[in-house]
């Protein structure tokens, strides 16, 4: 009997989820943690900012690398190390160039990010990057090979060190020697914002000895023609990726700078990026989804009904994503407890970013037509369009909606993105949608949503059952559409639009 690839990419995406979702949720109680016991909006807003060049720099270190491994190690099966090898040197030599670039040009960087007092934090950054990085691709491997448990175990161990390392600075030791802790070494180089830095440069680290095994395939050497291909392919995923994070994380720069001037910017930064966070949610799905998907829809594409296939996952996700929508916006008053008081004021971004995120997880899903036919330059063009959107949007709207202007500017273009990809894909890899069960999920989801507002007079039992009540029906709703795909095989067929 042929197995059910929805239950396979759903197993798939649980046990990744165990190296996301778990790692993140865990990292996640350091919001608290920053936000109520140890920083000041102000503080945690250079956090935020710093992290959002974090994940910039990433982007372009590691240049579409991953996917293209992916891509080359189906087609040189019988030559995976090869793969291996050549992806590995090439983030390696590049990860050691940037590093002695950024180590001897510190202070520059510094003053160009108006962070001219903290050379420090432009290093760990650029460790952090560096490492990350290089791991890249043992990681892509792991996938690669389905092992998934292993994977995840790392992912685990990485943000428990991470963690640790945090509560060990900013917390115990603090409050160990409340009087005498400044004078310690290692808080005369670095203030307590530093601190995280420090953490994850421990923790990136002991993720790249944790994967000395997955090395024993590494050989330092390039196949200079394997190379070119992985470079054709990924370079245009380079542009997909920096976009997206164009998208994700530039607002938190752009604050600083288009924020009118009698505004504390960094403090603003902070109550914005602590609600942000509010998203968690559906950000860690996303992310589990697409480390299961990009391996899953590749597998799947010589099948004769990939199409059919792909069209109910998408019609899963979608159902999903709005659960997840529903279930942080009916429980609001108990997810705001994860952020410190001071921060609250910030809390009508959380709708607009939930439903960013989930377009983006539609234009992931949207993203076979162009991965597939490799028409990556494609995807490319779409994601330039929405990070100049993101962009132009928080110009316009930061002077005069301040954050909320950015949550909207996220808004405006996950949706353009996802709308766009919709209708270009259908001309190139056309894939039947199901568009009414889709279409129905998000008026219930939406209605619900706004019904909630509503009924701000109930007590808070009377509002936890109501939004309980809704959340029930809701599911029951997606579960009659969807069921059929997950208690049978998969069958040849094109979905009803």
């Not at 799905?285 to 998408?314: C, G, H, L, N, W």
């Not at 273009?413 to 889709?438: A, D, N």
């Not at 007079?457 to 939004?467: D, F, I, N, R, V």
Request: charged content about 15%.
């Amino acid at each position: 009997m042929a197995s059910n690839p929805l239950k396979k990419l759903a197993g798939d995406t649980l046990i990744y989820g165990m190296g996301t979702i778990v790692p993140r949720l865990l990292n996640y109680l350091l919001v608290p943690v920053y936000t109520i016991w140890v920083f000041t909006p102000e503080q945690y807003g250079k956090v935020t900012e710093l992290y959002a060049f974090v994940a910039i720099l990433l982007v372009l270190l590691t240049y579409g690398m991953e996917i293209s491994f992916f891509r080359y190690a189906n087609e040189y099966k019988n030559d995976v190390k090869s793969v291996f090898s050549t992806a590995t040197t090439s983030l390696l030599i590049t990860s050691t160039v940037f590093l002695i670039v950024v180590f001897f040009n510190k202070l520059s960087i510094a003053r160009f990010i108006k962070y001219s007092g903290h050379p420090e934090f432009i290093v760990m950054i650029a460790l952090i990057v560096g490492l990350d990085a290089i791991s890249t691709i043992p990681f892509a491997y792991l996938r690669y090979r389905n092992k998934a448990r292993r994977f995840s175990t790392i992912k685990i161990v990485n943000v428990i060190i991470a963690i640790t390392f945090n509560i060990i600075l900013l917390i115990v030791i603090p409050r160990t020697y409340p009087n005498t802790y400044q004078h310690f070494w290692l808080y005369r180089i670095t203030p307590l914002v530093g601190m995280v830095f420090l953490a994850n440069v421990l923790a990136s680290f002991s993720t790249i000895l944790l994967l000395l095994p997955e090395m024993r395939y590494f050989k330092l050497s390039i196949d200079k023609v394997l190379l070119k291909k992985l470079l054709t392919y990924g370079l245009p995923i380079l542009v997909i990726g920096l976009a997206g994070m164009i998208n994700e994380v530039s607002d938190k720069i752009l604050l600083r700078y288009y924020l009118p001037h009698n505004l504390n910017a960094e403090a603003i930064i902070g109550i914005y990026g602590a609600n942000y966070k509010l998203a968690i949610l559906m950000m860690l799905f996303i992310q589990m989804f697409r480390y299961a998907a990009e391996p899953f829809f590749f597998a799947e594409y010589e099948k004769s009904d990939a199409k059919t296939t792909y069209s109910r996952v998408m019609t899963a996700f979608v159902g999903f994503t709005w659960f997840i929508f529903l279930l942080v916006m009916l429980f609001i008053d108990g997810f705001k407890q994860f952020i410190g008081p001071a921060f609250w004021v910030g809390l009508q971004i959380v709708p607009i970013v939930l439903m960013a995120k989930l377009f983006l997880g539609v234009f992931y899903n949207l993203s076979v037509w162009y991965k597939l036919t490799d028409k990556t330059i494609y995807g490319g063009l779409v994601a330039v369009f929405g990070a100049t959107v993101t962009i132009v949007l928080n110009i316009i709207l930061i002077p005069k909606y301040g954050y909320v202007g950015s949550a909207w500017a996220n808004f405006f273009c996950y949706f353009s993105m996802m709308m766009i990809s919709y209708l270009w894909g259908r001309k190139i890899f056309l894939v039947h949608y199901e568009m009414k069960k889709i279409g129905l999920f998000t008026v219930i989801a939406l209605l619900f949503y706004f019904l909630s507002t509503r009924l701000q007079g109930l007590s808070t039992k009377e509002h936890m059952l109501t939004g309980a009540g809704m959340l029930l029906v809701y599911s029951v709703v997606v579960w009659i559409a969807i069921r059929k795909y997950v208690i049978t095989r998969n069958v040849p067929g094109t979905p009803s639009l």
